[in-house]
């Protein structure tokens, strides 16, 4: 039979270092909070189901917590701080619905790989009744050091309580522990508060586990993997490996970059095959790229789709609704918003279009605006297949421009045009021969006399 197994999320945590006035695990990396990050670790290493420990925020850590994860999340609230054992003993209820192991996880650590779970769940599986995931420091200084004898693990001992030669390990506690469902209860409701803080130190269950004969053992991963995150600085640092991490993901699955590091990507942003991405781009939550497609320099996207060979900017922006079909170009200094764009159609420069449907094939001009809000509401847009709209025009909507229709330069457009038609919706041109001159003397006796008030 399939073993079960249950992960217990710590969660309570306040934010005092990070200066905030929200839950250290709403706040965000790759656009997802921290505390999602753990729960989809979780499910991705294939475990059976959540017990998160909540504090502050407990509703919104929980909706977090709980949002696109496949497995069911059940919260229990902390009210007071005693430490890590005692945080996770107020899963006692949880953990006793019975299950073959049980792993420790935190809330602030967003970047444990599932694979590294697994191998600790793997391991608790031949056997151990204990098993530590741990690292290797190249300045172990501060960290918990895992003691280790014959291959066993026999103590997680603190750095300040460590003697010189334990010092000297570079083997360090990353705090993730799994152990047996079955001893758990009786594990946890032994770990005392004789120590200087009067806590309950989840550390301690090697020691209680290893005086009652049980099998402990530690296990290595990448110390990244156990980054945690108290202050800001150290939330931009977690974000720059995961950002590094989606990014070579992306990059192995046949995206270029010219510049990765300017790249900015979110958890759920997708790529077709060999999509070009230059310098300084960001993706926000919510975009898929087609294959082929070209994002140029300095383009922000976010709940876009882009077709396949569509071209994005330079200095473009994509918001929410944004839909490109296959081949679409939207050019420098443009800004789609809940808008579809046709197959091969262009939005070139200096646009807005917003609510609206552009046909196939149709190009907008440079300077063009959907006047989309009356100040209360919305209204739609539709350009229809082949048609051409002029530099400058302004099309107030509601309005719908047939296929193949002809809008001139500078018109501000307020009613239909008909399929095929020419739309010329501005004042008529006059020339007025030698007035010129008698302009410029104008402007000139108006200077000369606001010169000499000055002086």
């Not at 994509?318 to 296959?326: C, I, K, Q, S, Y």
Request: aromatic fraction near 4%; charged fraction near 20%; charge should be negative.
């Amino acid at each position: 039979m399939a073993r079960t197994c249950l992960a217990v999320v710590l969660a309570a945590g306040d934010a005092t270092r990070m200066k905030s006035s929200k839950s250290k695990v709403l706040h965000t990396v790759g656009n997802l909070p921290l505390i999602a990050h753990v729960t989809h670790a979780a499910a991705a290493a294939g475990v059976d189901k959540v017990a998160l420990v909540v504090g502050r925020d407990a509703e919104a850590v929980t909706k977090a917590a709980s949002n696109e994860v496949a497995i069911p999340v059940s919260a229990v609230e902390q009210t007071e701080r005693k430490g890590t054992g005692h945080a996770v003993l107020m899963a006692r209820d949880i953990i006793a619905e019975g299950f073959d192991d049980v792993v420790v996880l935190y809330g602030d650590a967003p970047l444990i790989d599932p694979e590294s779970l697994k191998a600790a769940i793997t391991e608790r599986g031949k056997g151990a009744d204990v098993v530590v995931l741990g690292f290797r420091a190249a300045d172990p200084t501060g960290y918990g050091r895992l003691i280790e004898r014959d291959g066993a693990l026999v103590a997680i001992r603190e750095h300040k309580e460590a003697t010189v030669e334990e010092r000297a390990i570079d083997f360090c506690n990353g705090g993730i522990i799994t152990f047996s469902g079955g001893e758990a209860i009786s594990l946890l409701e032994a770990i005392g508060n004789d120590n200087a803080k009067g806590e309950f130190y989840l550390t301690d269950i090697v020691e209680i586990a290893r005086a009652r004969g049980l099998k402990c053992v530690a296990i290595e991963a990448p110390e990244a993997d156990m980054m945690g995150c108290n202050t800001r600085p150290e939330l931009a640092d977690i974000e720059q490996v995961w950002q590094a991490r989606a990014r070579h993901a992306a990059m192995m699955s046949g995206v270029s970059m010219i510049d990765p590091g300017s790249v900015f990507l979110s958890y759920d942003t997708e790529f077709g095959t060999d999509v070009t991405i230059e310098p300084s781009v960001w993706f926000g939550p919510g975009v898929t790229v087609g294959a082929g497609a070209t994002i140029h320099a300095f383009s922000h996207l976010e709940g876009a789709v882009v077709g396949e060979g569509a071209t994005i900017g330079p200095f473009a922006r994509l918001r929410p609704g944004t839909e490109l079909a296959e081949r679409a170009k939207v050019g420098n200094f443009c800004e789609i918003k809940k808008a579809r764009v046709g197959v091969g159609a262009k939005v070139n420069h200096l646009t807005y279009i917003g609510d609206a449907v552009i046909g196939a094939g149709a190009n907008i001009g440079a300077g063009t605006i959907t006047c989309n809000y009356d100040g209360l509401n919305k209204h739609l847009t539709e350009i229809g297949e082949g048609s051409f709209i002029g530099s400058n025009s302004s099309l107030v909507a509601p309005v719908k421009i047939g296929n193949g229709a002809y809008v001139g330069s500078g018109s501000v457009v307020t009613n239909d045009v008909p399929e095929d038609a020419l739309a010329i919706a501005r004042a008529r041109q006059e020339n007025k021969p030698g007035r010129a001159h008698v302009l410029r003397e104008r402007i000139a006796a108006f200077k000369a006399h606001k010169n000499s008030t000055k002086n």
